[in-house]
């Protein structure tokens, strides 16, 4: 069984990484060798590599907040990172408009944070936190962070309201050996994390309670994950927008495949395929249309919806 469960990461990431030779080079014609090259080493493994780093942290943030709030509709975004995220996108977009290729991800980062800092403010002063209640707090922000946005784009210019929904449909189009770093730190740094804190996670999917009683200290254990998460989900979504659906549904489909709810074995198998499935979208967002891309966000909402109600009509509970 362990050797089939390690069968199943490698062939996932292997998976992966084989993706950056599917490209249609040649539908635009006869290239030099240096050329094709270049395309491959420096424009589709950067993307390649930040779509597996960025799926990954996406799923492994969705499995981890399914577990801590005991909801299986909650995502990485729950706590409204992705409109703080965008918040920030917006301010410096519409606002400052100047500064160099990595400005506008590091206001989408300040911004996930901000957001993030905000619903803990508040859920934690009291002693015992309630998934309820970080999850309203998370419900609350998040509309007043896109209350705000929705403003901006109604003063802002039509090129900067182009920019704006350019990024928040999500993408990796711009990817380079910053994205490739920051993401990729990102997700070995919650990958380790998730698998250290993975008891702790299948004490929380029983109950406060009950994880209490085991000796679990519920308000620390839901602060250090809430913190974790958020920081890595903000990380990578400074770089690729909020891409839906990857935190959601492969948390899930993993779980059906796999009929276990033990986080140490679903952590690892989880994260590979939520990179696997982000590239592959990414992939199909290139090649469908060539040369016009379609953006990732947009492929993952289309095919990852159909394809999570297929597999639940099919699974036997």
Same mark, same amino acid.
């Given at each position: ?96 408009? $100047? ?104 004490? $929380? ?113």
């Amino acid at each position: 069984m362990k050797f089939r469960y390690f069968l199943g990461i490698s062939a996932l990431v292997a998976l992966t990484l084989l993706l950056p030779f599917f490209f249609p080079v040649p539908l635009i014609g006869h290239l030099s060798e240096a050329v094709n090259r270049h395309i491959l080493w420096e424009i589709r493994l950067p993307v390649i590599l930040t779509a597996l780093f960025a799926g990954g942290v996406l799923a492994g943030g969705g499995l981890s907040f399914q577990a801590l709030f005991r909801n299986p509709l909650a995502t990485p975004y729950t706590l409204g990172i992705s409109s703080g995220a965008a918040f920030g996108a917006v301010v410096f977009i519409v606002f400052i408009h $100047s500064g160099g290729g990595a400005a506008v991800p590091a206001f989408a980062f300040a911004g996930a944070l901000c957001s993030a800092l905000l619903v803990m403010s508040f859920a934690f002063r009291k002693r015992m936190v309630s998934a309820e209640t970080i999850l309203l707090a998370g419900v609350a922000v998040n509309f007043f962070f896109a209350s705000i946005i929705m403003f901006s784009q109604y003063i802002a210019a039509q090129y900067e309201v182009f920019q704006i929904t350019r990024w928040l449909l999500g993408g990796i189009g711009n990817a380079g050996f910053l994205s490739v770093l920051l993401t990729g730190l990102a997700f070995f740094g919650l990958l380790a994390a998730l698998l250290l804190l993975s008891p702790g996670l299948d004490l $929380s999917a029983l109950g406060d309670d009950l994880a209490a009683s085991r000796g679990l200290d519920v308000r620390r254990f839901k602060l250090v994950v809430i913190t974790l998460v958020s920081a890595a989900v903000a990380a990578t979504i400074a770089f690729t927008g909020p891409i839906g659906f990857v935190g959601i549904i492969v948390p899930h489909m993993v779980r059906l495949k796999l009929r276990t709810a033990v986080h140490r074995r679903l952590v690892p198998m989880v994260m590979a395929a939520g990179g696997l499935m982000l590239a592959i979208c990414d992939t199909i967002g290139r090649t469908v249309l060539f040369p016009v891309t379609v953006p990732t966000g947009v492929v993952t909402a289309l095919i990852g919806a159909p394809f999570f109600l297929w597999l639940l009509s099919r699974s036997r509970r």
